[in-house]
């Protein structure tokens, strides 16, 4: 059984930083794509962020430079550094790892908000 544990979310103002963090355990193997998506209120979930093994990466649109994924392959984790956050950030994200099958995460809120 895989289980990803996310850290990271809270509460930030706006133009503050966190950094979501999703670590995998359980029988991994061949973990090939690691990717974080969110999903705020009524709306539907979109892609922030994806990895692959090998290190290329593909940033959502509304990006523009703030977010940087990185991720640990011995480790099975994976980051998400968020800066210069906005109201609109405000969301549930979840990590998701996927090789032979698709594992998701339980979510961590993240809210911006003065």
């Known amino acids: 059984q895989v289980q990803l544990v996310e850290s990271g979310g809270g509460l930030v103002q706006p133009g503050g930083s966190l950094r979501l963090s999703c670590a995998a355990s359980?029988?991994?193997?061949?973990?090939?794509?690691m990717g974080w998506y969110r999903q705020a209120p009524g709306k539907v979930r979109e892609l922030v962020a994806i990895i692959t093994a090998g290190g290329s990466v593909h940033y959502g649109n509304f990006v523009n430079g703030r977010f940087t994924i990185s991720r640990d392959n011995a480790k099975h984790t994976v980051w998400l550094q968020m800066n210069s956050l906005e109201p609109e950030d405000t969301a549930v994200y979840s990590c998701q790892m996927k090789g032979p099958y698709v594992y998701w995460g339980q979510g961590t809120q993240v809210t911006v908000s003065s």
């Open positions: 359980g029988a991994i193997f061949r973990i090939n794509v």
